[in-house]
């Protein structure tokens, strides 16, 4: 959730509202703030002041985030001033700009309602620190009980350290990515090794059961079963080989490949994925397409995801001789695909966590397990091809999905 200050630039009185570090941001970690001590205690002995800061801007205060350590710096670190003073880090940021008060006692501006000059800072050097989307950190700052005009090599100094500093913001931020990028990933590999491993699992103890049972068999229902675990085998390989090729080129990114995509075939091919697991439950399956070759741009990887995470739900949660319908149309100009089973339902309070982690994890009508990972798989994929998705459901009477795009 992004956070607002209202600062005053003081040579013009002007208020002015900033962005500031929001929720999303990363805690400054101990090592950064180690690094960011040294630059500034060194920073400080060169420029031979008695303080060197690094100031973060907060919603109703500025807080001295770190302090240079030479004894005669009178600021204390995490000690905050209001943002009623029109400060010299409140002009810093407000004007995006370095900012140069050689004596604030022989400036008409500077000199008067100045807390800094009531402690005898009474010179200022100073330049904006911003995350890299433009939200506010701050300001690194020197300050001097003495006039100072701050030479050429200081002002370098402090714009080096400025750059320092923000890179270290920026690789704050990109951990963070990464670190979702990677729970992204394991947590969609956890759902797919599950999804494969239970078809693999019912090929193994289906053809077991043959094995030891061959001899009862009839010709017919041999060749039939056969048919059906050989359907299985092909889903399931190419959806692993999909996968694996996927998992080489766009995991990494995360990032959507827009295409035009036949949903008609995507459909067909995933009830042949679970054409199984429907025959095991009687689940009669009706699909109807606007058209014979209905085309929508999407990714087709996501997409393929999404829907089979809400089919393989249809089927788990719905109860034997049960139905699923899934109808492609055109309506206001955008894809409706909605899909719809008569299963168990999903109660009111379990509906409004739907798409959170870890929240639904109850077995289906057959006993099947559940990981609690699908649901919040198709959310963030659904988000990622600027799809809607609306969920409505009632308990015995079934669960209907609609996706928009």
Known sequence: MGKIATITIRETQESKKVNISSDSKPEIVDSTIEKWQTLIDTFAKIANVPSGLIMKLNSDNIEVFLKSSSNSNPYEKNEKAELKHALYCETVIGTQKQLIVPDATKSDIWSKNNPDVDISMISYLGVPLNWPDGECFGTVCILDNKENYYTKDFIDLINQIKQHIELDLQLLLRNIELKELNEVKTKFMSLI?????????????????????????????????????????????????????????????????????????????????????????????????????????????????????????????????????????????????????????????????????????????????????????????????????????????????????
């Open 193 to 405: 090794s599950h999804d494969i491993r239970g078809n693999l699992g019912t090929l193994h103890k289906f053809l077991e059961l043959i094995s030891t049972d061959f001899d009862n068999f009839e010709t017919t229902e041999l060749k039939n079963s056969l048919i059906s675990l050989s359907e299985i085998s092909s889903a399931s390989f190419t959806t692993l080989d999909n996968l694996l090729k996927w998992s080489k080129s766009d995991m990494v990114k995360l990032k959507p490949d827009m295409q035009l995509v036949n949903i008609k075939e995507v459909v067909e091919e995933l009830l042949s994925f679970f054409s199984y697991a429907l025959r095991l439950k009687s689940i009669t399956v009706n699909a109807s397409f606007n058209s014979e070759q209905p085309m929508i741009r999407t990714d087709k990887n996501m997409i393929t995801a999404i829907l089979r995470n809400i089919i393989s739900n249809a089927i788990k949660y719905n109860k034997k001789g049960g139905e699923i319908d899934i109808k492609v149309v055109i309506e206001n100009n955008k894809h409706q695909i909605t899909i719809q089973d008569t299963g168990i339902g999903i109660s009111k309070t379990d509906l409004n966590k739907l798409f959170k982690f870890n929240v639904n994890k109850t077995l289906g009508t057959s006993g099947e397990s559940s990981t609690g990972i699908g649901l919040l798989l198709i959310k963030e994929f659904i988000d990622k091809i600027g799809a809607i998705i609306n969920v409505e459901s009632k308990i015995n009477s079934g669960t209907k999905f609609t996706i928009i795009i």
